[in-house]
């Protein structure tokens, strides 16, 4: 199993910035990816960014140019750099974890933390 410990959320102003961290721990061997996902209110949840474990990356249209993921290896720790925050970025933010097995995918999810974007 994979234990999530997500930190860095809260209320901040139209055009701030956050820094989520999460921290994987537990069977950690086999991490392909890590990435955030989140859920605005009343809205499914959603892509924000991933991170491979070669460092390749992706984003939702909606946060690039704005939001940057990166991930320490050797902390097991994933980062979502978010700036010119907007009030529809106001979501639960989700890190989650997928690793590979022999082929098998298996997927961790973190507990979620609040980002809330408002004047």
């Known amino acids: 199993q994979v234990q999530l410990v997500e930190s860095g959320g809260g209320l901040v102003q139209p055009g701030g910035s956050l820094r989520l961290s999460c921290a994987a721990s537990?069977?950690?061997?086999?991490?392909?990816?890590m990435g955030w996902y989140r859920q605005p209110p009343g809205k499914q949840r959603e892509l924000v960014a991933t991170i491979t474990n070669g460092g390749s990356t992706n984003y939702a249209d909606s946060v690039k140019g704005r939001v940057t993921i990166s991930r320490d290896n050797a902390k097991n720790t994933v980062y979502l750099q978010m700036n010119n925050l907007k009030p529809e970025d106001t979501a639960v933010y989700y890190c989650?974890?997928?690793?590979?097995?022999?082929?098998?995918?298996?997927?961790?999810w973190g507990q979620g933390t609040q980002v809330t974007v408002s004047s």
């Open positions: 989650h974890v997928r690793r590979i097995i022999t082929g098998t995918p298996y997927n961790y």
């Open positions: 537990g069977t950690i061997f086999s991490i392909y990816i």
